[in-house]
Nanobody
Framework: QVHLVESGGGLVQAGGSLRLSCVAS????????MGWFRQAPGKEREFVAV??????????YYADSVKGRFTMSSDGAKNAMYLQMSSLKTEDTAVYYC????????????????????WGQGTQVTVSS
């Protein structure tokens, strides 16, 4: 059974940076698709970033709201993936989750939470003004 654990969240001032980690048990980095999502209080879970290995190359996609500020990466040797967050804004405050699926997803489904069957427990990111 694949298991994901996030870490690295915390309290940071606007304009600051944080790096989130997601460590997997069970050979996760053979997974086709790995993503980051977030959920703010009272809001639905939303897409942040995803790497799609369904094709011959790995392609990474970002939500427009984080493009240019967040960078997703992975380290297969450590069974880990990361989300480097810079120039943080108060609206980035949320619980951040990593997720994965072995399924081959159509491009329009990459940002849909229901497309993913394995989730971490989440890590809180709070950005103060």
């Amino acid at each position: 059974q694949v298991h994901l654990v996030e870490s690295g969240g915390g309290l940071v001032q606007a304009g600051g940076s944080l790096r989130l980690s997601c460590v997997a048990s069970g050979g996760i980095f053979s997974s086709r698709v790995m993503g980051w999502f977030r959920q703010a209080p009272g809001k639905e879970r939303e897409f942040v970033a995803v790497v799609n290995r369904s094709g011959s190359d790995s392609s990474t996609y970002y939500a427009d709201s984080v493009k240019g500020r967040f960078t997703m990466s992975s380290d297969g040797a450590k069974n880990a993936m990361y989300l480097q967050m810079s120039s943080l804004k108060t609206e980035d405050t949320a619980v951040y989750y990593c997720a994965t699926t072995q399924s081959r997803l159509a491009s329009q489904d990459l940002g849909t939470p229901n497309s993913y069957e394995v989730w971490g427990q989440g890590t809180q990111v709070t950005v103060s003004s």
